[in-house]
């Protein structure tokens, strides 16, 4: 049978639309975080960082969203388009060396056409 | 090749059998790491290195889980005594510094490896 971890949180949004995929990490001291893309039978794709100075970076289509007070993070696709189905992952830097990435569970985006 | 290779895409060992998972980052990339995915969950950091030192090994679960860079360049990941609770995607990532801060990671697609 499914185990718990299967059951990751879907966000259904119709071809066009902006999406936004929210994210909450535990380590006040992490300076890093990314967004990573992950297709099936793929390995994750960077799409986006920002470092905790800042609580605001844009990228092509992408925005994401620093809170530090509530230890959020917002990643926005505007005009979301089939491609972007994929399951996202946020992640925030940790380790002596910057070396060690925490993911979080992931979220499923599907894009209706 | 321009990106992270890894092999094989997919193994499939007996419990009890030893497997050697390899990888080959971007060339002149400086840091490598491996990352364990269970499915359906996010990556979960196994060690990091920097050059052929192994500076970070705190992820790995077990002593039968073994890394190596010897030159610098490609790694392997060495589990010994496989177990059904192994049975994941393997995860290589390479940057060109140091660590992963401020710096594009790439990913590899993975080995994914079934116990049986």
């Known amino acids: 049978g499914e185990s718990v971890g299967l059951h990751l949180p879907t966000l259904s949004v119709q071809e066009g639309d902006n999406s936004i995929i929210n994210c909450a990490y535990s380590?006040?001291?992490?300076?890093?975080f990314i967004w990573y893309k992950q297709e099936s039978g793929k390995g994750p794709q960077f799409i986006i960082d920002?470092?905790?100075?800042?609580d605001k970076r844009q990228g092509q289509r992408v925005t994401v969203l620093l809170n530090k007070t509530v230890k959020h993070l917002s990643l926005q696709i505007a005009a979301t388009q089939p491609g972007d189905s994929a399951v996202y992952f946020c992640?925030?830097?940790?380790?002596?060396?910057?070396?060690?990435?925490?993911f979080g569970a992931g979220t499923i985006l599907r894009v209706k056409s | 090749g321009a990106g992270v290779s890894q092999s094989p895409r997919y193994k499939v060992a007996k419990r009890g059998q030893d497997v050697a998972l390899r990888c080959d980052p971007i060339s002149g990339h400086v840091s490598l790491f491996w990352y364990q995915q269970a499915l359906g969950q996010g990556p979960e950091f196994l060690t990091y290195?920097?050059?052929?030192?192994?500076?970070?090994k705190s992820g790995l679960p077990s002593d039968r889980f073994f890394a190596e860079r010897p030159e610098g360049s490609v790694s392997t990941l060495k589990i010994q005594r496989t177990q059904q609770e192994d049975s994941a995607v393997y995860l290589c990532?390479?940057?060109?510094?140091?660590?992963?801060?401020?710096?594009?990671?790439?990913f590899g697609q993975g080995t994914r490896l079934t116990v049986v």
């Open positions: 380590n006040s001291a992490s300076d890093y």
């Open positions: 920002i470092r905790s100075n800042m």
């Open positions: 990532a390479s940057t060109p510094g140091g660590g992963m801060g401020n710096t594009e990671a790439f």
């Open positions: 290195f920097q050059n052929e030192a192994q500076l970070d």
């Open positions: 992640a925030d830097g940790s380790g002596e060396y910057g070396n060690k990435l925490v």
